[in-house]
T-cell receptor, first 111, second 111 residues
Framework: EDKVVQSPLSLVVHEGDTVTLNCSYEVTNFRSLLWYKQEKKAPTFLFMLTSSGIEKKSGRLSSILDKKELFSILNITATQTGDSAIYLCAVSTSGTYKYIFGTGTRLKVLA | DSGVTQTPKHLITATGQRVTLRCSPRSGDLSVYWYQQSLDQGLQFLIHYYNGEERAKGNILERFSAQQFPDLHSELNLSSLELGDSALYFC??????????FGQGTRLTVV
């Protein structure tokens, strides 16, 4: 059965800290790995990764994929209170183009 | 604004009833996905439609059904509702397995 596992489940840090969120997966017909941020309602797209070893970066957020070891990490540097959210990792599969989500990491950044 | 529209935003109904949730995908997106998110749970994949045809099914209960119409909007029908069906129901759309964009969700409360 396809599965995506995220760790830690939750994390509390102080502003300015750097955090690393983990996502491991076991799926058939891997196509891409995606990161989303969910604040109050709808998840919003952050990154899509398809190739191993190539870092994607957007401001203080960056992510990288390891297709051999089947995991990805999402780094957030110099965290701010506005980074407080649930971070969701999803894997899309080819063929059915299904997106399988992990349970998410709940990040709380304290001022 | 993701471009995905879901109605209604909130729904309160009694056990045993039937409801219909509606989703209009982003312009041009042929794929529509339905997800259920219960309290402190990740996004549980329910079903995927592509251009009117069912592509993949997740852990969707037999009491639930969905369809995608020729104009590409989709409806999720939930019947014989139980208290445990209370959740946020998200619709997402994508173009050929690229990143999925989420609607704001319908919060269903069964009393």
């Amino acid at each position: 059965e396809d599965k995506v596992v995220q760790s830690p489940l939750s994390l509390v840090v102080h502003e300015g800290d750097t955090v690393t969120l983990n996502c491991s997966y076991e799926v058939t017909n891997f196509r891409s790995l995606l990161w989303y941020k969910q604040e109050k309602k709808a998840p919003t797209f952050l990154f899509m990764l398809t190739s191993s070893g190539i870092e994607k970066k957007s401001g203080r957020l960056s992510s990288i994929l390891d297709k051999k070891e089947l995991f990805s990490i999402l780094n957030i540097t110099a965290t701010q209170t506005g980074d407080s959210a649930i971070y969701l990792c999803a894997v899309s599969t080819s063929g059915t183009y299904k997106y399988i989500f992990g349970t998410g990491t709940r990040l709380k950044v304290l001022a | 604004d993701s471009g995905v529209t879901q109605t209604p935003k909130h729904l309160i109904t009694a056990t045993g009833q039937r409801v219909t949730l509606r989703c209009s995908p982003r312009s041009g997106d042929l794929s529509v996905y339905w997800y259920q998110q219960s309290l402190d749970q990740g996004l549980q994949f329910l079903i995927h439609y592509y251009n009117g045809e069912e592509r993949a099914k997740g852990n969707i209960l037999e009491r639930f059904s969905a369809q995608q119409f020729p104009d590409l909007h989709s409806e999720l029908n939930l019947s014989s509702l139980e208290l445990g069906d209370s959740a946020l129901y998200f619709c997402a759309s994508s173009a050929q397995g690229i990143e999925a964009f989420f609607g704001q969700g319908t919060r269903l409360t069964v009393v």
